[in-house]
């Protein structure tokens, strides 16, 4: 079946400092790769999305698929504090119907 | 700018109480999911429809758990009789789902349920 796994968290950063957090999947098919962002009391919402080898971006995150190890790793070179809140990675695999298979999430703080 | 609704907001009931909650899929999307998030379990599907059939119910406490769709604007999930160890917050979720579609979730705020 699916496997997202994502990096342990919590993370904890300064103000300006450069995030990475990661992110690779098993998957046997073609997918689609997903980073949802969840701030504190709220639903989780889309960050960004991709097919294929294609980069894209959003409110200054980054991600890249990368085919060859199965990863989908998130960047922001620069944080603020508004970007505290938990990230999950998901997978819909196109064997999998419809479902999106979420990783367990990260706990990013950033601290002034 | 669509958004999927969802009511109530919060829920305080008692051990042994019918919980309905009720979902508004963003218009168009043909799949809906609900799903319920706790600090131990974290994200966890419940079921989901396409096309308002249920296509998976596997997460789901079958024995006192239900989740309908009466029509393509509604989607409800009762517990019968609720527990302490349902409370959580319930998330409604929808996509667009077909050929060529990425299958996207947009969620709804989210229905805060707490049982005593």
């Known amino acids: 079946g699916d496997s997202v796994t994502q990096t342990e968290g919590p993370v904890t950063l300064p103000e300006r400092a450069a995030l990475t957090l ?15 962002v969840q701030y504190l009391n709220k639903e989780p919402e889309l960050l960004l999305k ?6 894209t971006d959003s409110r200054g995150f ?18 603020q504090l508004s970007d505290s809140a938990v990230y999950y990675c998901a997978l819909r695999d196109l064997a999998n119907d419809y479902k999106l298979s979420f990783g367990a999430g990260t706990t990013v703080t950033v601290r002034a | 700018d669509a958004r999927v609704t ?25 799949t809906v999911f609900w799903y319920r998030q706790t600090m131990m379990q974290g994200l966890e599907l419940l079921a989901y429809f396409r096309n308002r059939a249920p296509l998976d119910d596997s997460g789901m406490p079958k024995d006192r758990f239900s989740a309908e769709m009466p029509d393509a604007t509604l989607a409800t999930l009762k517990i019968q009789p609720s527990e302490p160890r349902d409370s959580a917050v ?8 077909g050929r060529g579609r990425s299958y996207e979730q947009y969620f709804g705020p ?4 707490t049982v005593t």
């Open chain 2, 90 to 97: 319930y998330f409604c979720a929808s996509g667009l789902g």
């Open chain 1, 62 to 79: 980054q991600a890249s698929p990368i085919k060859s190890d199965s990863s989908f790793h998130l960047e922001k070179p620069s944080v």
């Open chain 1, 50 to 55: 991709s097919s294929e080898n294609q980069e």
């Open chain 2, 6 to 30: 969802q009511t109530p907001r919060h829920k305080v009931t008692e051990m042994g109480q019918e919980v309905t909650m009720r979902c508004q899929p963003i218009l168009g999307h043909n």
């Open chain 2, 110 to 113: 989210g229905t805060r349920l």
């Open chain 1, 22 to 36: 990661n992110c690779t999947y098993q998957s046997s098919y073609s997918t689609f790769l997903f980073w949802y």
